[in-house]
C-alpha cells in the first residue's frame, strides 16, 4: 500500500499540492476573516493537521528511502552548510512544509488578536499578504498597527 501512494504522491507532487493547498486558507483569512468558515476551517487546528499529516508522511517516507536525518544538524556548523542542505530535495521539501505551516499559523495569530482588538480587517490586508511572503516583516507590521488599536505597547500577551 505504502508503494502506491508513494508512486502517486512524489515529491513533486506533494510540493505542488502544498502550494495550492495552502492558498484557500490564506484567500479566507484576508477576505472573510470574520466568517464562520473562517473559524470552522482556518483558524482551527485543520490546517495545521494536514500540514502535520504531510510532514509526518514525508519523514516517513524519506526514513525508509534511507535519508540520513543527522545530517540535518549540519546547518548550525555555517551559511555553507545549510546552502548544501538546500541542495537536498529531502531537506527542501520538509522546510518547505514547516515555512508554510508557520506562516499559516502566523496569519490565523493575527486574524485571532485583531478580532480581540477589533482591528478591522482591511487594516489586516497588507500585513497578512506581507505574512504571506515574509512571515517576521507581517507580523512587525501587525504590531505596529495594534499599536494603535490596543492603545498600548505590550510585550506579553
Known sequence: MFGQISAFFTIETIYLWLNFGVLPFWFILIFFPQSRISGLLVTSIVPFVILG???????????????????????????????NLFENEAFLILFWTHFLAINLFCA?????????????????????????????????????????FAKKISLFD
Not at 517516507?61 to 543527522?70: A, C, I, K, P, T
Open 108 to 148: 490565523t495569530w493575527i486574524v485571532r488578536d485583531s478580532q480581540k482588538y477589533l482591528i478591522s480587517k482591511y487594516f489586516n490586508f497588507i500585513p497578512l499578504v506581507i505574512t504571506y511572503f515574509v512571515g517576521p516583516v507581517g507580523i512587525i507590521l501587525y504590531w505596529v498597527i495594534r499599536i494603535f
Open 53 to 83: 499529516s504531510t510532514y509526518i508522511y514525508l519523514i516517513y517516507y524519506f526514513f525508509n528511502e534511507g535519508y540520513d536525518f543527522l545530517q540535518n544538524f549540519e546547518l548550525y556548523l555555517g551559511i555553507y552548510n545549510l546552502a
